[in-house]
Every structure is written in structure tokens, then in C-alpha cells.
């Protein structure tokens, strides 16, 4: 997953062309216009665009997509919710750096992910990272379409701020944790880019210079 396309576009959209092009040679080409306009689709769904990534002690959004909720579960820890449709890139970054802790896949449903209830009744993949001095975790979960999350690190690795770590397929939902050393400056209703912008700075570092 770098550079412009994640991988699996390329698979999608080679076997949508190739099958269209048989449907059309058996039947008649227009038969076959739906799938090289889904296998066009693919190519734009996988895209991977390059981020800027802002230095400094701040946290970035691990995905694209509209902040839809910023709750505190509880007093050590404020939730901030990015729900990702189909248009939206969907390659996910490491929103801190730091050394992966731990990585928990919980089985689920496939609720709407822009549903509060599918913070904690769908299926998802919960990475904990320990991130100087503190620790952060965000939960990539599957939606009603998605029904893959891809995830390319393990327990003990290094990862850098804004650092491809996975991908989920088709809209789903990405919530961040972070606690009460950070202080939120995303809103509700917010557009962010994975990598690139701020959800949160440092309360107990030197203001970032972004």
C-alpha cells in the first residue's frame, strides 16, 4: 500500500475488464459496458494518494471520511468517531508514532457505520499503540458494505505518524482514542484526510508547528 493505487484495485479492475470484455465478445460489447465502468469504479475506490504529514506533537486522522461523533466514554478517554463512505479514500495511517502494543480483532455485525452502535456491536480491529509516554487506539470497523479490514502490522512493530497500516474495503468507520493528555481540535461535521490532518495536539508537549 504506497504510491498511488493499493494493490488490489488492479486485481479488481483486471478481472472486471477481462470479464467484460468476454461478456462482451459472447454476447454483444455494450453487455459488458457495466463492468468496465465498475472495474473504472475500482481503480478510483483503491486509489492512495500521498499525504503531507504534519510534524510536531499531534495526532492525525488514521482516515478519510466526516467526523460524525466526539464522546468521552469515560474520563480517561475521549472517542472521536470518522465515518469513511465509498467515495472516500480508504487506506488507513497510524495516527501517532510509536510501537504497536497490541492488535484485537473482535468479530461483529455490519451496521451501518455511521451508526453510534457500530462502535461496539460491529466487527472491527482494535490497535493500541504506545506513543511517548502515552498510548493511543483506534478501531478500524466494517460497515454495512465493508465486509474486509486489512491490517499490515503486528504486535512489536515501529510505526511512524501518518504511516500506511491497513485498509478497510467499501464504507466503514474508523474511532480514535485518545486520553486526557490530548486536546481535540476537530469538530463534529469535519472532512479530515488520513495523515494529514489534526485531530489533536499535546497538552503536555510545546505547540506543534504545523
Not at 56 to 84: M, N, W, Y
Amino acid at each position: 500500500m504506497t504510491g498511488e493505487m493499493v494493490i488490489d484495485g488492479i486485481y479488481y479492475a483486471t478481472a472486471l475488464g477481462l470479464g467484460g470484455a468476454l461478456v462482451g465478445y459472447l454476447t454483444r460489447p455494450v453487455v459488458g459496458v457495466p463492468l468496465y465502468i465498475l472495474a473504472l469504479f475500482c481503480l478510483y475506490f483503491f486509489r492512495d494518494p500521498d499525504r503531507p504529514i504534519p510534524p510536531g506533537p499531534v495526532a492525525v486522522s488514521p482516515a478519510d471520511g466526516k467526523v460524525v461523533s466526539i464522546k468521552q466514554d469515560h474520563p480517561e478517554s475521549t472517542r472521536v468517531s470518522i465515518f469513511l463512505n465509498i467515495f472516500d479514500v480508504h487506506v488507513n495511517r497510524s495516527p501517532v508514532a510509536g510501537r504497536i502494543s497490541q492488535v484485537q480483532y473482535q468479530t461483529g455485525k455490519f451496521l451501518v457505520a455511521s451508526k453510534e452502535l457500530a462502535s461496539s456491536q460491529n466487527e472491527q480491529n482494535t490497535v493500541t499503540i504506545e506513543s511517548d509516554g502515552g498510548r493511543v487506539v483506534f478501531a478500524q470497523i466494517a460497515g454495512l458494505i465493508a465486509r474486509r479490514i486489512v491490517f499490515s502490522k503486528k504486535p512489536g512493530d515501529i510505526v511512524q505518524k501518518g504511516e500506511r497500516v491497513g485498509l478497510i474495503k467499501f464504507g466503514s468507520r474508523v474511532d480514535v482514542f485518545l486520553g486526557p493528555e490530548w486536546n481535540i481540535i476537530v469538530n463534529t461535521g469535519e472532512h479530515v484526510s488520513a495523515g494529514s490532518s489534526v485531530l489533536a495536539t499535546r497538552s503536555d508537549r510545546g505547540a506543534p508547528n504545523v
